[in-house]
């Protein structure tokens, strides 16, 4: 709970260095706009990306299981809290071309996934943790401005890390309660391709935008996850990894025309094919494994909000939205990934 606390503290503080930096940033930035440290209005999350890099903040229901139940309540659904502190931020970018026509820019992205049950009334406890970072990303745009085809775009991040941990009281008590496994270590590393038409780069118009991300572990052998014996965490032979090395996802990204007020609508949609743990958190020691394998199945996110630009300011935190948020699939928090059967729906706020 107190690392969690702490880590919580260092993305607040980081995230307000960003936006002091944003706050000082001239007006005129733009994608015309070339140099060290300046913002570029592409290769950004959508509103729907499951593993964003913005910052969300939201209250949420969501399916209940025995393995985060932390009162043994027994309910099918329980509210949360969950936060997302995520940056992407400038290292260089280049317009080149007739009437700049082509675009590169070099960002460094990371986030933190905090997800707390501050509704429980003994502890609040932390129920998990996802940290990402990696070296950074490079994107490449070339711009047509030809109706409906307004660019297209292609991201390359050589080298991400994916680092996840339940909190304190949770594995205090799976380990109390004699629960077979107590931790997985979910911790790989993965490359990331992305290609994007009609990148969202003019806020204000109208705009389609279509996405489709590829990830690949860069060490297939040795999975997503694993449990290690040796540090108490757990039986090994509890886990069936099949080592499925990828992920894929399909995103759609909807956006009005921006009011003279500066609202419009967005709606924002994923389909993601990923990997379900194949463990069961619900094993007591002794008990009987019936755990499946590793399988693949998909998952959906769905935004839908109403979002706010910042007149004559476009950079970071120049836009906010609230929304709702819809999620099905298997649970896409840290070693609870097994779990298959997980909804949630919430109000969501967002920074970006």
């Known amino acids: 709970m107190k690392i969690s606390k702490q880590i919580f503290g260092i993305c607040c503080c980081l995230l307000c260095v960003v936006a002091l930096r944003a706050g000082n940033a001239s007006d005129s930035v733009s994608a015309g706009r070339n140099g060290w440290f300046t913002y570029a209005p592409y290769g950004k999350s959508l509103l729907s990306d499951v593993h964003p890099n913005f ?14 139940d932390f009162t043994h309540s027994g309910k099918k659904y329980r509210p949360g809290t969950q936060g997302c502190f995520g940056m992407d ?15 590169i820019s070099i960002t460094l992205a990371a986030s933190a996934y905090l997800w707390m049950d501050l509704f429980e009334p003994q502890t609040s406890p932390v129920i998990n943790t996802d940290y990402r970072i990696g070296l950074p990303t490079a994107t490449f ?27 304190d009281e949770i594995q205090i008590q799976r380990v109390e309660a004699g629960y077979a496994i107590r931790r997985v270590n979910v911790s790989y590393n993965y490359t990331e391709c992305v290609f994007t038409l009609n990148e969202p780069e003019d806020r204000s118009v109208q705009c389609h935008t ?40 399909l995103q759609y990204q909807y956006q009005t025309p921006t009011s003279r007020h500066g ?50 300011y476009d950079g970071y935190f120049s836009r906010f939205s609230i929304g709702v948020r819809l999620y099905h699939g298997n649970c896409p928090f840290g070693h609870f990934r097994s779990i298959e059967q997980y909804s949630q729906a919430g109000i969501a706020l967002v920074f970006q």
Not at 55 to 68: C, D, I, K, L, S
Not at 151 to 157: D, F, G, L, P, Q
């Open 263 to 312: 609202f419009q609508g967005v709606i924002s949609a994923e389909i993601r094919n990923r990997v379900v743990y194949g463990y069961d958190l619900t094993l007591k020691n002794g008990e009987t494994d019936n755990s499946p394998s590793d399988h693949r199945r998909f998952t959906y996110n769905i935004f839908l909000g109403m979002r706010y630009n910042i007149p004559g």
């Open 55 to 68: 910052v969300r903040f939201e209250v949420v229901g969501n399916t209940n299981h025995q393995a985060f």
């Open 210 to 249: 279509f996405r489709v991300g590829l990830m690949l572990l860069w060490t297939p052998k040795e999975g997503w996850y694993r449990i290690t014996t040796s540090a108490g965490d757990g039986d090994a032979s509890l886990a069936h990894p099949a080592m499925s090395p990828f992920e894929v996802y």
């Open 89 to 103: 931020l400038p290292v260089w970018n280049g317009n080149f071309g007739a009437g700049g026509q082509f675009g």
């Open 141 to 167: 745009i070339q711009r047509f401005n030809r109706r409906f085809l307004k660019n297209y775009s292609v991201a390359w991040s050589p080298f991400k890390h994916e680092s996840t941990h339940i909190g």
